[in-house]
């Protein structure tokens, strides 16, 4: 019997009609023969370049590598953008729903409905007979107790934040910020830090499980890297801020912050101060880095607690982050942008099918870990997926992505296109183009834009963001920043 960890792995299932392609949830529940377990580990504000498999030598994550080493990673997963400066909500909105971005925001408010229409993730698990489990953060308008059969400790947004954790820290002043102290709240509301109580649930969900017949698919969702950036001693004494590298990319200041959503005022980026110093970006970095590290322990004993369940061999492991976070890259703190390093996501799929080790480097979508796993659990596509199932690239049945071009937005002031090794981020209210060739300029440091020789370059993506606009439903006129064809 085959049982999918949410990690992500695909499994061929002749269960025609289970559901139908409507999105509407059948009413019988198929036989259980051959459907994989999923366990789905979801983090928040990872950057892609938070794991040291991944090719950053500063940060401690034996468990994140462990499971870069056991399965397949996707080294250009993106997170489609937001019509929110809180990127999680269109993320998990999109995720749940299995739409893009503008359809996601219409459907937003009315989650609950799609919920009890059968139109969402999890709906379609319970009707395929699986047993359902959430623990931490949910941060959509569908009750969570509905959607899933077992649910605890379901968080908000983030942790309860204070005064202390802004504007800091000054090179002239006391910080008055601990991110090891308990006194300070946030992850310690409660008694004990949240990623240690979603992993208690975890464990216990799959000693659950262990003794079950039916499969199973977790949500585990944690809040961490999410500021407040809190974490034991232990983890922030691993990282003295003097011996944390400054992004290769840092700026005092972003050019364009005021005009693309990224003001003082916006509250991620109130929590470092302007300009940014090496110091202040450096501090952010140890404590991000020590998040980071205290939550991979945490995937260990996940990890350790599936393998002592006995259903390790037919669960398929799928991990991955709602979006990224820039922490002093480009001059910014939050994730209100198109840089890689907020729109990039590590993508770990770990499954009877996926090659150990491999890296493929065909552009994703985070939120194809959802068709990907329907189809696993024998379940039909539904109509209103914007989304494809990776399974045909982990099975090597292709190495084309299912995508021509990347598509990311956030509001009405940023929109952004990536194919072929070049990015093309729009700005309307400072009207403004800015090309980068990532292939030879991953950090996206060298502005290309008004240089004639990559005229072409503009062209092409001005005609691939016309068209995902038009495929997004995207409303937002660029006519007069976009060359003509």
Known sequence: ?????????????????????????????????????????????????????????????????????????????????????????????MLLSGRSVWRAQKIYDTAEQEREAGRWWPAYFKAAGYR??????????????????????????????????????????????????????????????????????????????????DPFFMYIAFNAPHDPRQSPREFVEMYPPEKISLPGNFLPEYPFKDLIGCEPALRDEKLAPFPRTPHSIRVHRSEYYAIVSHLDRQIGRIL????????????????????????????????????????????????????AGERIDAAIYLQDVMPTALELAGVAKPDHVDFHSILPLIRK?????????????????????????????????ANRLRLYHLAEDPLEKHDLADDPRYRPQILRLAKALRENQERTGDSLSLASLLPAE
């Open 1 to 93: 019997m085959l049982r999918i960890l949410f990690l992500s792995t695909p499994v061929l299932l002749a269960l025609g009609g289970l559901l139908t392609a409507t999105g509407a949830a059948a009413a019988e529940a198929p036989a259980k023969t051959g459907q994989p377990n999923i366990l789905f580990v979801f983090t928040d504000d990872q950057a892609v370049d938070t794991i040291r498999a991944l090719g950053n030598s500063e940060i401690q994550t034996p468990n994140f590598d462990r499971l870069v080493a056991s399965g397949t990673t996707f080294t250009r997963c993106y997170n489609m953008g937001s019509w929110s400066p809180a990127v999680c909500i269109a993320s998990r909105s």
């Open 304 to 355: 350790d607690a599936l393998k002592e369940s006995g259903k390790q061999d037919n669960t398929w492991i799928f991990f991955t982050a709602d979006h990224g976070l820039a922490v002093g890259h480009h001059g910014l703190v939050g994730k209100q942008n198109l840089y890689d390093h907020s729109v990039r996501v590590p993508f770990v799929a770990v499954g009877p099918q996926a090659v």
């Open 132 to 213: 359902t489990y959430l623990t931490g953060k949910w941060h959509v308008k569908a009750s969570p107790e509905k959607s899933f059969d077992v649910v605890r400790h379901v968080r908000p947004g983030m942790p309860r934040d204070t005064p202390e954790g802004y504007n800091r820290p000054l090179s002239d002043a006391e910080d008055a910020w601990s991110p090891s102290d308990p006194k300070l709240g946030g992850y310690w509301q409660g008694g004990k830090h949240w990623s240690e109580v979603v992993a208690d649930d975890a464990v216990d969900y799959l000693r659950q499980a262990s003794a079950e017949a």
């Open 397 to 429: 049945e292709t190495t084309q992505s299912s995508y021509s071009a990347v598509y990311g937005a956030y509001l009405g002031l940023q929109r952004m296109v990536e194919s072929d090794g070049f990015k093309l981020i729009v700005y309307p209210k």
